[in-house]
């Protein structure tokens, strides 16, 4: 596109935040910093927009070209409803600069970023339009993106540089493909044909170093957990929107409920299709304090309203509060594999068990017992009066054909059609 192509075209203005740049700079020298910053500026001109104003050392504005909905560009056929999540400006964006790591010399890092809409409007010849754009900065919140607080001290640094080399190894396994979903029934206690919902699991493949259960708390701690929420919900809609009659729920970090950018295609997609919303729950998993409980409340009540089923995910473990249930009032409860596992073996845990399960059906309707995987555990459950079960006892976790496979969003979302 060329300079005057730009300057009479519909454009946006995003804000861009990285979020983790004194990370980087603390971990990979102040270059690295400097040099991420310079790179995500790069990529903003890459892709036709251009740099209207740097704010600070970790934010820039960025005037960008607004693509037309896809089923509007010359030369397609119309897009139906479903996909039109593909045009949301800020999910775009978003992928767009995070498409590949970092990288400078041999060291690679993952950005953590935030891409902000602050307004459109059709520039002229003049700058009068980037004076508004900082304008309405002005009024604008900072994205709220939970980091820990970077430490000078050796170990610290060299625990971040492992943590991120596993979340790069993590991108590299979406976009070559290693990473799909199998999806395992939750049923009922005394009918096992009877299913409440499948969940969707994570399954890696290639680097030994990725397991779901190691994956997902490092994205969390180094603030990507986004992207692996991003293609997992998109996959379970996208599986959602094939088979009208299934009910499917998918893992959702606490850590994700504000309203980032790349939540504008998913919600776009559930608003304009509640009965496909009312098939999909999403297992809110608290595994690290929220640093906007009041957010993350607000957040799932819009979930809710939109008609999805929300439900609580390892209940009696990690950092779910009473305040949080009672505020979001969940649908399904799901009592931590932990607990059913210590009922099996102590009279004293057993009786937990039965009050945490009463006291669980005061908060949610439905209430389910994780990591069933022998007949003690299902006694444990039967005991507890806790009428949904999940574990490979009862319902092991079942490929799909075709393989539920995950892509990095950006191979989603490159194609930008502009006028």
Not at 29 to 42: P, T
Not at 62 to 76: D, S
Not at 273 to 292: K, N, S
Request: aromatic share 6%; hydrophobic share 45%; net charge negative.
């Amino acid at each position: 596109m060329t300079g005057h192509e730009m300057g009479s075209a519909q454009q946006g203005y995003a804000l861009v935040e990285l979020h983790n740049r004194a990370h980087l700079s603390a971990v990979y020298g102040d270059e690295f910093g400097v040099s991420a910053m310079r790179v995500l500026q790069w990529r903003v001109t890459q892709a036709g927009g251009a740099v209207a104003l740097i704010v600070d050392d970790n934010r820039f504005l960025a005037r960008l070209p607004l693509p037309r909905p896809l089923g509007e560009a010359p030369g397609r056929t119309a897009v139906p409803l479903d996909e039109a999540w593909v045009a949301s400006p800020a999910e775009r964006w978003h992928a767009q600069l995070t498409r590949t790591p970092l990288g400078f010399g041999t060291r690679q890092a993952l950005p953590v970023l935030t891409v902000t809409t602050v307004g459109k409007t059709a520039l002229g010849a003049n700058e009068s339009s980037d004076l508004w754009a900082l304008q309405a900065l002005e009024t604008h919140d900072p994205a709220i993106t939970p980091l820990a607080p970077v430490r000078h001290t050796e170990n610290w640094r060299r625990r971040y540089a492992e943590q991120m080399g596993i979340a790069v190894a993590f991108h590299h396994a979406l976009t070559q493909n290693q990473a799909s979903l199998v999806f395992q029934p939750i049923v009922q206690g005394t009918n096992h044909d009877h299913v409440l919902y499948q969940e969707a699991l994570l399954r890696l493949a290639g680097d030994s170093r990725l397991t779901a259960m190691r994956v997902v708390p490092i994205l969390e701690q180094v603030g990507v957990v986004g992207t692996l929420d991003h293609v997992v919900i998109t996959t379970v809609i996208n599986r959602l929107q094939e088979a009208p009659t299934l009910h499917l729920g998918c893992n959702l970090s606490a850590l994700s409920l504000a309203p980032h950018g790349w939540w504008d295609g998913p919600l776009a997609r559930l608003a304009a299709q509640p009965e496909l919303a009312a098939r999909l729950t999403l297992e809110i998993t608290e595994t690290a304090p929220l640093a906007d409980g009041l957010g993350a409340v607000a957040f799932t009540r819009r979930l809710r309203a939109l008609g999805c089923q929300i439900a609580l995910d390892d209940f009696g473990a990690g950092y779910t509060s009473l305040a949080f249930a009672l505020a979001v009032k969940p649908q399904v409860i799901k009592i931590d594999a932990a607990l059913v596992r210590a009922a099996t073996d102590s009279g004293n845990a057993a009786g937990r068990l039965v009050g945490l399960a009463a006291f669980c059906r005061s908060l949610a309707p439905e209430i389910v017992a994780e990591g069933i995987e022998n007949d003690a555990d299902i006694r444990a459950a039967a005991a507890a009066g806790i009428d949904w079960l999940q574990g490979r006892r009862v319902a092991p976790p079942m490929s799909t054909h075709p393989r539920a496979s995950l892509c990095a969003p950006a191979h989603a979302l490159m194609e930008c059609p502009y006028d």
